[in-house]
């Protein structure tokens, strides 16, 4: 009877141990955030001020996405669709046979070669 009273004690201690661990290991900052989740629905934008050019991108579901660009010295206006994969934090796009790729916070997108954006 007392070996069968050692395992319970040795177990709910154990059991106690590890809820505990468990729950001091959640803060509230660990909660995943909507921007972690999608970018559905989000628009980005990069003033380009320097060369006066305006890209946004405007992410219309979870794998495609519109691009506009407007040259501001000249008027000149061009705009696509393509398509992208992202898995928090990396995205990647595709449009018109080129890809680009790079991260995404909270509120920048960092990509390798059209630069960073801030969301709208």
Known sequence: MKKLNTISVRLSIFVLTILFTGLSSCSKGDSITSIE???KGTIWE??????QE?????????????MN?????????DSGEGTYV?????IT????????????S????DLDYLGVFTKK
């Open 93 to 104: 796009i595709h449009i018109n046979g080129d890809t680009d790729s790079g991260t995404v």
């Open 69 to 77: 660009y407007k040259d501001l010295s000249d008027g000149y206006i």
């Open 106 to 109: 909270a509120n920048t997108m």
């Open 86 to 90: 992202y898995e928090f934090p990396s």
């Open 46 to 51: 990069n003033n380009d001020v320097a060369n």
């Open 54 to 66: 305006l890209t946004t991108i405007t992410f219309l579901t979870n794998t495609t996405f519109r």
């Open 37 to 39: 989740k999608s970018l």
